[in-house]
């Protein structure tokens, strides 16, 4: 799936979500807010009626007149021809009832209840004790459209309850009302997130031509070819992704440039250096004399170390190249490797005395990446060591660690011996590459480990330490 239909997925799944939890809550909340409207029209008129009721009372008794009774049955069946936003009202569904301080029913706007107790109902009882009274009823009880909510008010006279006035009003009256605010809420909310998907979708649009264009340009790239740079209105991130791409580009092109020159130049060096070592050693056979002895063997043994540099820049250049180690790591025995290492070395431990001292044991890794490694950390050792001492290998974990006993390293130092070229004297010895080290913390960052070296009093120790498997 491409990127802007992910994003526009899920912007729609996050627009759809909060619009459904919205119109949920709307839908949730539109009959309650229709009926406390109701109820709070019905309080007003109730206690406008109860005042109007009271003032026909006898002697402090609640009397239905003629004249009242004549102007509620008139009330009840008049037919007020309204419309009311849009809907029309053709007929009086409000039910009035009034009762006597007993609660027994007086007048009846139905017709149907007149001398019925109807002191147990709530808004009835409520009102008789003070309090407010209202009540909601079903008048058929399978049927919950068919519900009704009274609201009473009490009949006073002179400060004395005499009497109680409700009114009732069916939920059918008030439905319409409600399934037409629904409606009207489903519609704009369609319209709304329809609208919004719109925007959604010329956004997606709008990233993915975008993200498009800088992936075009980052192909382009990768394949070798040098595209000229989009240009983005406005400074974005993406601006800043494409101007970072194209800076890499250029770092990446001068760091090819520069290791095909180094590599360009290490292998046309070496046959040179070969033939001036070759012609070294024979003319060292012919010289007897030992000033002339002295300038062979430099030129021998400057071509040995130039031999040796290159060998180093070309196996630098090589771990750089690398983005990750091939996925064939093993168990790699160490002590195994550090023979191979003493045998080639042989003479260089003899000339110093040196004994070497190594565990049997066994380390995951790359192993051609780790004999790297390893040889180097010894070679570092090895030079430095003082004569007539001990090198020590050991491996504790996920750590191989090469400790000698000798010169420490200067605290300036510490922080830059494993920088490109950066290198110590080592005592009766030349000036290293200074790029073992160098090679080494290399290695160690593609397994995804680090190299450490610390001062131990009498020596250094160099700990190369891997990722757990």
Not at 80 to 98: C, M, R, S
Not at 342 to 357: E, F, M, N, P
Not at 385 to 395: D, F, N, P
Not at 445 to 467: E, I
Request: proline share 4%.
């Amino acid at each position: 799936m491409k990127l802007g239909q992910r994003l526009l997925l899920f912007y729609f799944l996050v627009l759809g979500v909060v619009g459904w939890f919205v119109l949920d809550m709307v839908f949730r909340e539109t009959q309650p807010l229709v009926r406390q409207s109701a109820e709070e029209t019905l309080v007003d008129a109730a206690n406008l009626l109860a005042e109007l009721i009271g003032s026909d009372a006898d002697q402090g008794r609640l009397v239905i007149t003629p004249t009242l009774r004549d102007a509620l049955d008139r009330y009840a069946h008049r037919h007020p021809q309204a419309e009311i936003w849009g809907l029309k009202k053709a007929g009086i569904d409000t039910h009035v009832y009034v009762t006597d301080p007993r609660g027994r029913v007086l007048y009846d706007s139905r017709g149907e209840d007149e001398g019925k107790d109807f002191s147990r109902w709530n808004d009835v009882h409520l009102t008789l004790q003070g309090r407010y009274g209202v009540r909601t009823t079903r008048r058929d009880p399978q049927d919950p459209t068919s519900s009704v909510m009274y609201v009473a008010a009490p009949v006073r006279s002179d400060g004395s309850l005499i009497g109680v006035v409700s009114l009732g009003k069916p939920s059918h009256s008030l439905q319409p009302f409600v399934d037409r605010a629904e409606r009207r809420l489903t519609l704009y909310g369609m319209l709304a997130l329809g609208g919004c998907l719109l925007l959604g979708v010329l956004l997606a649009w709008w990233l993915a031509r975008r993200v498009g264009r800088l992936r075009g340009y980052a192909l382009a790239v990768a394949e070798g070819g040098r595209p000229a740079p989009p240009a983005f209105r406005g400074g974005d991130e993406i601006q800043d992704l494409a101007e970072a791409v194209t800076a890499m580009r250029r770092r990446l092109e001068e760091r090819a440039r520069l290791e095909d020159n180094v590599s360009l130049l290490t292998h046309e060096m070496k046959s040179p250096l070969a033939a001036i070592r070759g012609a070294g050693e024979i003319l060292a056979e012919e010289i007897h004399d030992p000033a002339l002895q002295r300038f062979t063997d430099n030129v021998v043994h400057e071509s040995q170390r130039l031999s040796a540099l290159l060998d180093r820049l070309l196996a630098m250049a090589r771990l750089e190249k690398l983005e990750s180690l091939p996925a064939r790591k093993r168990q790699v025995n160490i002590a195994a490797l550090v023979e191979e290492w003493q045998r080639s070395r042989y003479s260089l431990l003899a000339d110093k005395r040196l004994t070497l001292k190594v565990d049997d044991c066994h380390l995951q890794a790359e192993a051609e990446t780790l004999k790297l490694a390893l040889f180097n950390l010894l070679d570092n050792a090895l030079r430095f060591a003082s004569a007539e001492t001990t090198l020590l290998v050991q491996v504790e974990g996920n750590r191989l660690s090469v400790e000698n006993i000798g010169p420490t390293i200067p605290d300036y130092a510490l922080s830059r011996v494993t920088d490109r070229f950066y290198s110590l004297p080592a005592q009766g010895g030349d000036k290293s590459s200074g790029l073992g080290l160098t090679m080494v913390n290399e290695i160690a960052s593609l397994h995804g480990g680090s190299l450490a070296l610390t001062n131990t009093g009498n020596g250094v120790r160099a700990t190369l330490t891997l990722p757990q498997h």
